[in-house]
């Protein structure tokens, strides 16, 4: 009897192996057609050779331009190349324009090297560099990027024309958030782990990987390519290591003198008042509680209070243009007429 048992378990065990390796074997052969189709669909697309593996880069130039835009993406936007394309494809007819996916997102490689504030910096200017874009730059930052785009501007003033922060939270909010909790970083690396065997093309919802696709403005098309950039990199090794330096880093920023020399906007996403809210969130916060009038109500104050706290830390900053528009924190993705508009607008001006 306990020898059957054990071959049951010995068997058991040697299928799982086959199983995952099979899964692991189809991800990887899928993931090679799926960037093919990627790089073909997104004009500008290329991979840089630099010191720890390929980045992703999309660089779009026209020589009526005098500025080059880069734009900073978000923690974990793997996607990035294809959302925040729409936006700013509103703005390459007068600015060359050049944005890239970091380690461990969309089609770069991912790496082991521990993300700092200066590493990531000096990869944006080594990768700009190698593909001949020259500054001043105009820099765009998304969420956590605002610490790169400020210690940027820090570290290499003569560099930078302007930052825009696209929902970008200040550090101050980083640092008194303080360090990423173990469970956190425990659940990013397993996250991690199983996007790398391919686990999340089985379990994983398009919901889930793109957010709510019923109110954005992507097509079908676009969606697709999406998926097959998360899939190659919804979560990774430089990614969880941004979320454990995060703090470190934003309190290196802060270290430094706040007060860029350079024009800034500042662009807030409010999710709680205005068009957005009236058409889309109200109904998400009705569905989420249930209809419970005192959670929404809470959830609502709770935002107003956390932008209202955005802002104050802003406002003590000089050359700080503040601008509120409603929409959720990822604006490119439902509300660029406005953006748009806003950055011509202070563009012009500086």
């Known amino acids: 009897m306990k020898g059957k048992v054990r071959k049951i378990i010995i068997g058991s065990f040697i299928g799982v192996i086959i199983l995952a390796a099979g899964i692991k074997t189809n991800h990887e052969m899928r993931l090679i057609s799926e960037s093919r189709e990627v790089q073909a669909a997104i004009e500008g697309s290329q991979m840089v050779n630099m010191k720890n593996g390929r980045i992703h880069a999309v660089i779009k130039e026209t020589s009526e331009a005098e500025d080059t835009i880069v734009f900073l993406q978000g923690l974990g936007m793997g996607d990035t190349t294809i959302t925040a394309n729409r936006m700013l494809a509103k703005l390459e007819k007068t600015h060359n324009i050049f944005l890239m996916d970091r380690y461990g997102n969309g089609l770069s490689d991912d790496c082991c090297e521990a993300q700092t504030v200066d590493v ?3 990869l944006y200017r080594s990768v700009l560099q190698q593909t001949g874009q020259k500054a001043p730059y105009i820099l765009i930052a998304h969420s956590i990027s605002g610490i790169y785009a400020t210690y940027w501007a820090q570290q290499h003033p003569e560099e930078i024309k302007a930052v825009i922060y696209l929902d970008a939270d200040p550090v101050e909010c980083y640092v008194q958030e303080g360090k990423i909790d173990n469970v956190s970083l425990f659940i990013g690396k397993s996250e991690a782990f199983l996007a790398d065997m391919g ?47 995060y703090y470190e880093n934003a ?39 249930n209809g419970d009038d005192e959670q929404i109500r809470e959830e609502i104050e709770a935002r107003l209070q956390l932008i209202e706290e955005k802002m104050r830390y802003r406002s003590k900053e000089k050359n700080v243009k503040i601008v509120e528009i409603s929409g959720p924190h990822c604006l490119y993705e439902y509300n660029q007429g406005s953006i748009i508009k806003e950055i011509n607008s202070f563009i012009e001006h500086i």
């Open 120 to 122: 990531i910096v000096d």
């Open 199 to 245: 686990l999340q093309r089985l379990f994983i919802s398009d919901e889930t990987l793109l957010g709510d696709t019923q109110h954005q403005v992507f097509t079908k098309q676009e969606n697709l390519l999406r998926k097959y950039l998360m899939y190659h990199n919804t979560a990774s090794k430089a990614t969880c290591s941004e979320m454990e330096w």
């Open 251 to 289: 309190q290196t920023v802060l270290e430094e003198d706040m007060n860029l020399q350079v024009p800034q906007l500042y662009l807030v996403a409010n999710n709680v008042k205005g068009e957005y809210y009236d058409e889309v969130y109200a109904d998400l916060l009705y569905e989420r509680y």
